[in-house]
């Protein structure tokens, strides 16, 4: 199973951005996703997750109202859309797959991650 995280970039404050993950390997669709992100210094932080469905989604506080997770089960890709964005959502992003079907929000219930993808924010 690979993960290929892509959509990074340099935005301005407010700004809006999507990121997308495509997953290559077996059974996508029996899976819950997640995305993560770790500013320099500071720890990996949940950020999103979905279940295998896309019929439930769960996401930090510091970006509800602000991030939208989605999947097509077809494309075996996850995405995760950033509206509003602030200078502290800065950090390399990374997509995870889920131990599970539903969703999880610890990294020790994913056990395939992506490369990353930076996501710099500009005040």
């Known amino acids: 199973v690979q993960l290929q995280a892509s959509g990074g970039g340099l935005v301005q404050a407010g700004g809006s951005l999507r990121l997308s993950c495509v997953v290559s390997?077996?059974?996508?669709?029996?899976?819950?996703m997640g995305w993560f992100r770790q500013a320099p210094g500071k720890e990996r932080e949940f950020v999103a997750a979905?279940?295998?469905?896309?019929?439930?989604?769960y996401y930090a506080d510091s970006v509800k109202g602000r991030f939208t997770i989605s999947r097509d089960n077809a494309k075996n890709t996850v995405y995760l859309l950033m509206n509003s964005l602030k200078p502290e959502d800065t950090a390399v992003y990374y997509c995870a797959r889920a131990r599970y079907t539903i969703v999880v929000v610890t990294t020790e219930e994913y056990d395939y991650w992506g490369q990353g993808t930076q996501l710099t924010v500009s005040s």
């Open positions: 390997g077996r059974a996508f669709s029996t899976y819950g």
């Open positions: 979905i279940s295998w469905s896309g019929d439930n989604s």
